[in-house]
Each structure stands twice: as C-alpha cells, then as structure tokens.
Nanobody, 115 residues
Framework: QVQLVESGGGLVQAGGSLRLSCAAS????????MGWYRQAPGKQRDLVAT???????TYADSVKGRFTISRDNAKKTVYLRMNSLTPEDTAVYYC?????????WGQGTQVTVSS
C-alpha cells in the first residue's frame, strides 16, 4: 500500500501563488507516475499535472504556463507550484500515485482563490 499526505492548500487572492506538497510512504517501490487532480464543487475530478518515472510531464491546458509539477525522489515527494491563481482554480486538489497499474489517492487539500 501507498500512503499519501498532502499539504500546502489554503486561501489566496487572485494572482497569488501556492505550493502543494505530497509525500508518499509505505510500499513505494515501482511507482510509475505521480500527479495532481482537482475537483471543484459539482464537477468531476480532472487532471492537473502528472510526472512519470521517466520525467515525462503532462499539464492540463488550463494550467499550462502557470503551474509547475516537480518531485524530489529522495523525499518521495511531489510538488505543485501554482502561480497566477484565479477563482477558477478553486477546488480540492488530490495527489495521485500510480503503482503497477493501481491508483492511490491522498485525502485532498482545499485551494480557494478569492477574487
């Protein structure tokens, strides 16, 4: 099993920045990819950004140029730097890890952007 602990969410004004962190523990050998998804009220959970074990990165079109995903292999942590935040970025952000075809999810961290 993989355990994920997220941190870094909060309330920020439009135009501001936040950095989310997700630390993985447990059976972490064989992780193929780590990433972030978000879910706004009444909407489905959508991909924000992912980074694979081969450092291939994917971003949702809505966050390209504003968000940056990175990871620290030694700390088994993935980060999401979010700049130029808008109220449309308000959502619960979930960390996700893919290991041998199985998805593991964090508990989610709330990001609220005020106008």
């Amino acid at each position: 099993q993989v355990q994920l602990v997220e941190s870094g969410g909060g309330l920020v004004q439009a135009g501001g920045s936040l950095r989310l962190s997700c630390a993985a523990s447990g059976t972490i050998f064989g992780i193929n990819a780590m990433g972030w998804y978000r879910q706004a009220p009444g909407k489905q959970r959508d991909l924000v950004a992912t980074i694979t074990s081969g450092d291939s990165i994917t971003y949702a079109d809505s966050v390209k140029g504003r968000f940056t995903i990175s990871r620290d292999n030694a700390k088994k942590t993935v980060y999401l730097r979010m700049n130029s935040l808008t109220p449309e970025d308000t959502a619960v952000y979930y960390c996700c890890v893919v290991r041998y075809g199985s998805n593991y999810w964090g508990q989610g961290t709330q990001v609220t952007v005020s106008s």
